[in-house]
T-cell receptor, first 111, second 120 residues
Framework: AAGVIQSPRHLIKEKRETATLKCYPI?????VYWYQQGPGQDPQFLIS???????DKGSIPDRFSAQQFSDYHSELNMSSLELGDSALYFC??????????FGPGTRLTVL | AQKITQTQPGMFVQEKEAVTLDCTYD???????LFWYKQPSSGEMIFLIY??????QNATEGRYSLNFQKARKSANLVISASQLGDSAMYFC?????????????????FGQGTILTVHP
């Protein structure tokens, strides 16, 4: 069965650089979520999209933005990267009213 | 206030034995969902089991069952016949009710996690 695809899997950036993370949800899943998991932490909700419209927003810094495109893939754009942005970033998708399926995550390291 | 509380930072169990991982939650919503995810050392988040607030039966999925006690606001995960491959971090999560035309698009709020170690 198809799973959520995230790219890249690993990313190393310098402080103040920009990063773009991509997510390809499972086909026919109408909702996409982004989560950030810092080292030793539980995942924290960043933002979600329902049918390509932003549906909810969590503790997402102003330096981050996200969108969902017409083909339902989503991108998380992160600018002016800081050391504290180093984390595992998950994208998840869900069909209507069902559990969220997580992608493998993108591990971002900011040096 | 913490919405999801997992009070066991770490648990140990002998292979083939059963283990219960605790989870309590706090919500004023009538409609909500409770989830358990497994995160091995490789990092991926694996969905294990789901319980809806209106479900009268406890959820079961293979060796996993959810002991749902609504009045006590607890949703403990029971793993029967533990295997070495069950060693991982386990997260309890809640999705509070946000529905539009029958579609729920609520974010998940996670607990702090419990590290389970299965001994041979």
């Amino acid at each position: 069965a198809a799973g959520v695809i995230q790219s890249p899997r690993h990313l190393i950036k310098e402080k103040r650089e920009t990063a773009t993370l991509k997510c390809y949800p499972i086909p026919r899943h109408d909702t996409v979520y982004w989560y950030q998991q810092g080292p030793g932490q539980d995942p924290q909700f960043l933002i979600s999209f329902y049918e390509k419209m932003q549906s909810d927003k969590g503790s997402i810094p102003d330096r981050f933005s996200a969108q969902q495109f017409s083909d339902y893939h989503s991108e998380l754009n992160m600018s002016s990267l800081e050391l504290g942005d180093s984390a595992l970033y998950f994208c998840a998708s869900s069909p209507p009213g069902r559990e969220q399926f997580f992608g493998p995550g993108t591990r971002l390291t900011v040096l | 206030a913490q919405k999801i509380t997992q009070t066991q930072p770490g648990m140990f169990v002998q292979e083939k034995e059963a283990v219960t991982l605790d989870c309590t939650y706090d919500t004023s919503d009538q409609s909500y969902g409770l989830f358990w995810y497994k995160q091995p050392s490789s990092g991926e988040m694996i969905f294990l089991i789901y319980q809806g607030s209106y479900d009268e039966q406890n959820a079961t999925e293979g060796r996993y069952s959810l002991n749902f006690q609504k009045a006590r606001k607890s949703a403990n995960l029971v793993i029967s016949a533990s295997q070495l491959g069950d060693s991982a971090m386990y997260f309890c999560a809640m999705r509070e009710g946000l529905t539009a035309g029958g579609t729920s698009y609520g974010k998940l709020t996670f607990g702090q996690g419990t590290i389970l170690t299965v001994h041979p």
